[in-house]
């Protein structure tokens, strides 16, 4: 049976954080499930709590409704509805009750380099839900239906066989699913929901990445990948220029052409998620999370944070989590 448990804490970090753990007697690094299975092992209260994972959640709704969210985002998922929440991504669910459906959890490392590239594994800007129709979805329901018999055929072969074999029907899964479109009207035409602009609680905003990013230039996708990785020691466009060995001004028509904001803007819009998630899941005080993201002391952050926002940190705090 899958554990999920909550991974040892740095001293910085205030987001429950959550390890993948493999069932007992499973193969580590994938496991399927239906939410009923879920529902019957997970305390309710442990998964409505906001956390951030580090394996990927690949969700598809059968019958009923499912309220979720994802960093900052509220989405209701109804039937053929699917929901891709990354690694990373702060997330938790609404009530399970009367919903049914199923859940593959991975990690990306399960999966081989190749298909991980071709998936865009490393895509944490994409649409978190799609609805397909037709024959796209009767491809990755079938893909789906065909990893869920084979998690619990594991007497039928060899471990190391079973292993590949999980392997090879994942991949189909995570391809099919990586090319599934947005529900037309979902504000996701063009943005995940990791990246809202001006989110403020559960709103939406537009997001600076999304479903164009399969034709996204290289350009792009090195700048992004690099933000991702820097953006709590530098702000500025000119070291991402530096460390790519572009110009500024290239980097800023490969962020608009592909994600409609310039790069300045992309990488403050991650400042800012960064900032919302701690504020509003954690206890750290603006000073600390000032630090954390690189800022030289709580004054700067908080002029950064409200410029941007429209609000102060601690205002924020309160507008999402209530009066202390």
Not at 33 to 62: I, M, N, Q, S
Request: hydrophobic share 40%; glycine share 12%; proline share 5%.
């Amino acid at each position: 049976m899958v554990k999920k448990r909550h991974a040892a804490q740095d001293a910085g970090e205030s987001i429950p954080a959550v390890a993948f753990t493999a069932p007992a007697g499973r193969p580590a690094g994938v496991e399927v499930l239906t939410l009923a299975e879920l529902r019957g092992r997970a305390d309710a209260c442990a998964l409505a709590v906001p956390h951030r994972p580090d394996f990927h959640h690949l969700l598809v709704v059968d019958e009923g409704r499912l309220r979720h969210t994802v960093d900052f985002r509220k989405y209701e998922l109804s039937v053929n509805d699917w929901m891709w929440v990354r690694p990373g991504q702060v997330h938790h669910f609404g009530d399970l009750s009367g919903v049914e459906g199923r859940l593959v959890l991975f990690e990306s490392g399960f999966l081989d380099p190749a298909t991980a590239a071709a998936a865009r594994l490393e895509d944490w800007f994409g649409p978190a839900v799609h609805h397909p129709e037709g024959e796209q979805a009767r491809a990755v329901d079938c893909a789906l239906r065909h990893l869920h018999q084979e998690f619990g055929a594991l007497r039928g072969l060899p471990l190391e066989v079973h292993i590949e074999v999980l392997r090879h029907l994942l991949a189909v899964l995570v391809l099919r699913a990586s090319r599934l479109s947005a529900p037309a009207g979902s504000g996701e035409a063009r943005g995940g929901a990791g990246h809202g602009g001006a989110v403020r609680g559960g709103g939406g905003g537009r997001a600076p990445d999304g479903d164009g990013v399969c034709e996204a230039s290289e350009t792009f996708l090195r700048f992004r990948d690099a933000v991702e990785r820097g953006f709590t020691r530098s702000r500025r466009v000119e070291d991402y220029a530096r460390q790519l060995g572009y110009s500024p001004r290239t980097l800023s028509r490969a962020t608009a052409a592909a994600a409609g904001v310039g790069a300045k803007e992309f990488i403050d819009r991650r400042v800012v998620l960064e900032a919302k998630r701690l504020l509003a899941h954690g206890d750290q005080t603006a000073a600390r999370i000032a630090v954390r993201l690189g800022f030289a002391d709580a004054a700067n952050f908080a002029k950064f944070f409200q410029h941007r926002t429209g609000s102060t940190p601690i205002s924020f705090r309160t507008e999402v989590r209530g009066p202390a």
